[in-house]
């Protein structure tokens, strides 16, 4: 089992930066990949962006704005967004994979005002 906490959301207004943060608990070591997705109201979630061993790979829709990194432990994983958008606002959700079953966290708000 896998346990994802996510924090680091907020209010920013458009053009500027956050930084949201995922830390993994439990079986961490059998995690593969880890990863964002974000769920605006009315809409369906969306994955954004995904880092494993050997790749790291976005949304084109954020591309050459957000940059996905994970701590060499593999117990936690950050999205920087730069440049943000009002479009970007969303519950951002951490989610993991091991080779069993897929996690995810509770999700954090990140609001951009125009």
């Known amino acids: 089992q896998v346990q994802l906490v996510e924090s680091g959301g907020g209010l920013v207004q458009a053009g500027g930066s956050l930084k949201v943060s995922c830390a993994a608990s439990?079986?961490?070591?059998?995690?593969?990949?880890m990863g964002w997705y974000r769920q605006a109201p009315g809409k369906q979630r969306e994955w954004v962006a995904r880092?494993?061993?050997?790749?790291?790979n976005y949304a084109e829709s954020v591309k050459g704005r957000f940059t996905i990194s994970r701590s060499n432990t593999k117990d936690s994983v950050d999205l920087q967004m730069n440049s943000l958008k009002p479009e970007d606002t969303a519950v951002y959700y951490c989610?993991?994979?091991?080779?069993?079953?897929?996690?995810w966290g509770q999700g954090t708000q990140v609001t951009v005002s125009s």
């Open positions: 989610h993991a994979r091991d080779g069993f079953a897929t996690y």
């Open positions: 880092i494993g061993n050997t790749y790291r």
């Open positions: 439990g079986s961490v070591s059998r995690i593969d990949a």
